[in-house]
């Protein structure tokens, strides 16, 4: 293939920070490694020749213990430099040109336009992603290791087959050109120090076990441990100089390898892929969820509750759907995005969508007519490996055979149900989609100041719901330039509204949005209490005020409910984090002691839910079984040198539970509040308020 990516300035610039910070790494990985080996070298040579000069029980165990102690540094060091990285394929499935022959002729031609390798293997996976990838080790710098091909399933079946061309060539594009090579080296040394900095599961059970031979070797150990997290220390300031430098370029690459996709199916393909990855990938999500949460339940095929899901959602948000494929652009999927900041993510490996199209769309490319024809249909074998897919998922569910088969119209019936029950009344015009009603006080509060009077009785329309979600989109800016101001992100410049903004001059930004934030946030409030304040008039007309004021107390009792336990909640979630990460065994108590505060703040919050008297019903018998039997003992969470599962099982049932609680008794009420809020507005469809547009 012709070469399509050249060495810009920008890829140059970011290309040279990388090489620069291996060269660093790599300067000061030797100079770790010379001085272990030397100081191993005259220790044990030392050891040995006193040892030999004078024979002795404590001379023994001086050279013993100058071998152990270089012998541990070295391992720590050496071992993730040939450790070799093999991807799991446990849930893939390899297919073979007889089998498919059309999806390999789409490879292969893809492959040729892009000059890249074919495949060694290629795999069908249960998901929506596709990938080229490979088993790598440091051989893999000198000799380039074979590609292997994976497409998901969940992807062939929300794609068209132009689509999946552009998917496949943006994927080989990362192999096919030299100006590509730069980001394997990058990588792979990214990894080794990622690698190092990570707890070392192999050396601390090396350790422990020389140190349970006998005591006398423990100070050796001890010493070699401490001497490994020196080098971790330092390795780890390195580690935040690669890695900013590696993602810098893995950004690049990502462009790059779009633009090798352009050239073979031109931008439109490329534009529509991405952004129908993203329905893809949440509706398959959806359909796996909904039959996690069915107990006893089961379908033959996931993937057709996918397309009919995707189908479904799409309508909602108001695309036109052809053949299960949705006309989709980033214009109709990033209406409500109203932030006005743009800051580039230097933690990301991938640029933002936004980003991809914007700099695909001036790449040259050919112009491809798609026949909106979806990708599945190129498997000759296409419901086999649904199957054989869906089948692998109930049975890591435990779910047998006789359960409840769901059939693809009882299951979208189900979901409409369970989402329907999830939206408002549409006379509320999406506007407490992400807002909640004020509270009396906040109400009356608005109203004394005569924020409700002398203004025209309007209702919610969608130019009040868009000037919501501007609002929001203008705190969250806020937001981020707060922190940029502390320093938690670090970045030299930000852009607001397409003009470059330095960092020095973030505080008079943030003052100003500030201010425009509280100009919308008071228009927004004076016509929410206006309209709120009309309802009360009609709910005293009509004669539903004692019942308006019960639903209203209802979702006040249980908003104070939420502000009260939540922060508890997150606190729990925080400090027991921990648990199910790899940590080390001296540690573990005493993150248990210092979490023993917060658990019994938790234990209080659990026993205000199971003694209120409103919601304390909406938790099934079991769940109150569970959260008595965790408040009511003391919980032992570790043994040395295992964690007691059956506390630490008791612990997050009781998170899970108090989490979906709060939340969801947080919107049966604000529902109820507001369904018959839109109910006294129907009574009264005839009044005086103007319905805005």
């Not at 309508?315 to 006309?327: M, P, Q, R």
């Not at 001296?586 to 210092?594: H, Q, S």
């Amino acid at each position: 293939m012709k070469t399509v990516t050249e060495w810009n300035s920008t890829f140059l610039s970011k290309v040279w920070i990388a090489l620069v910070s291996i060269i660093l790494f790599v300067l000061i990985y030797l100079l770790l490694l010379t001085t272990t080996f030397t100081v191993t070298w005259f220790a044990c040579k030392y050891s040995l020749l006193l040892l030999f000069f004078k024979p002795h029980y404590i001379t023994i165990i001086l050279f013993i213990s100058a071998c152990v102690l270089g012998g541990l540094i070295s391992f720590f060091l050496l071992k993730n430099l040939f450790k070799k990285e093999v991807i799991d394929r446990s849930g893939f499935i390899e297919i073979s040109r007889e089998e498919e022959p059309q999806l390999f002729a789409l490879i292969d031609e893809v492959v040729n336009q892009t000059g890249a390798q074919p495949p060694l293997h290629v795999y069908l996976t249960p998901d929506t992603n596709a990938s080229v990838f490979y088993d790598s080790s440091i051989l893999s710098l000198f000799y380039p290791s074979g590609k292997n091909l994976s497409i998901g399933v969940g992807l062939l079946n929300s794609v068209t087959e132009l689509e999946l061309k552009a998917i496949l060539g943006h994927e080989f594009g990362h192999f096919s050109q030299k100006s590509m090579t730069i980001g394997s080296y990058v990588y792979y040394i990214n990894r080794i120090i990622y690698n190092l900095v990570q707890p070392d599961e192999d050396l601390n059970k090396t350790a422990n076990t020389i140190a349970g031979l006998t005591n006398v070797l423990y100070g050796a150990v001890w010493l070699a441990m401490r001497a490994t997290n020196g080098i971790q220390w330092i390795v780890k300031k390195l580690y935040l100089l690669v890695n900013k430098a590696y993602l810098g370029v893995s950004r690049e690459m990502e462009f790059h390898a779009d633009r090798i996709a352009v050239s073979i199916t031109g931008y439109g393909p490329l534009e529509t892929s991405l952004l129908r990855l993203q329905l893809a990938d949440h509706s398959f999500n959806q359909v796996i969820q909904f039959y996690v949460n069915q107990e006893g339940s089961r379908t033959l095929n996931l993937y057709e509750h996918q397309s009919d899901l995707s189908a479904f959602l799409a309508t909602e948000s108001g695309l036109t759907v052809h053949n299960f494929i949705a006309d989709i652009n980033l214009q109709n999927t990033s209406h409500f995005n109203y932030s006005r900041l743009k800051i580039t993510d230097q933690w990301s490996s991938h640029p933002s969508i936004a980003d991809r199209i914007e700099r695909a769309k001036s790449q040259d490319g050919p112009v491809c007519t798609d026949t909106r024809i979806r990708a599945i249909t190129l498997l000759q074998y296409s419901e086999k490996w649904q199957s054989t897919f869906t089948s692998q998922f109930f049975e890591g569910l435990g779910r047998q055979e006789n359960t409840v088969l769901h059939h693809a119209q009882d299951f979208l019936s189900a979901y409409k149900e369970q989402y329907e029950a999830r939206q408002f009344d549409p006379v509320f015009c999406e506007y407490y989609d992400s807002r909640n009603p004020l509270t009396r006080e906040q109400l009356r509060a608005l109203q004394e100041s005569g924020e409700t009077h002398g203004h025209e009785t309007v209702w919610f329309s969608k130019k009040l719901a868009e000037e919501s979600q501007k609002l929001q989109a203008l705190e969250s800016d806020c937001q981020t330039i707060r922190q940029l101001i502390a320093g938690d992100v670090h970045l030299t410049h930000f852009e607001l509204d397409g003009i470059r903004i330095r960092l020095k001059e973030a505080p008079a930004v943030l003052e100003q949005l500030q201010s425009e934030a509280e100009t919308l946030s008071s228009s927004v409030l004076k016509q929410e209490a206006t309209i709120l304040s009309h309802i009360q008039e009609l709910a005293e007309q009509s004669g539903k005020s004692d019942e308006l004021t019960l639903f209203w107390d209802r979702y006040e009792q249980i908003d104070h409910l939420f502000d009260l336990n939540f922060p508890i909640i997150q606190t729990v979630q925080a400090e027991i984090a921990f648990m199910f990460e790899e940590t080390k065994l001296d540690l573990i108590p005493k993150k248990i002691e210092a979490f023993r505060k917060t658990e019994n703040q938790f234990k209080k919050a659990i026993e205000s839910v199971l003694n209120h008297d409103l919601f304390s019903d909406q938790l099934t018998p079991a769940q109150r079984e569970v959260l008595n039997n965790f408040k009511s003992d003391f919980q032992i969470y570790f043994k040395h040198p295992e964690y007691q599962d059956q506390s630490v099982k008791l612990l997050t049932e009781s998170l899970t539970i108090m989490i979906e609680f709060h939340h969801e008794s947080f919107f049966r009420q604000k529902k109820e509040l507001l369904n018959l809020i839109a109910a006294i507005k129907k009574e009264n469809s005839g009044d005086q308020i103007s319905m805005t547009t």
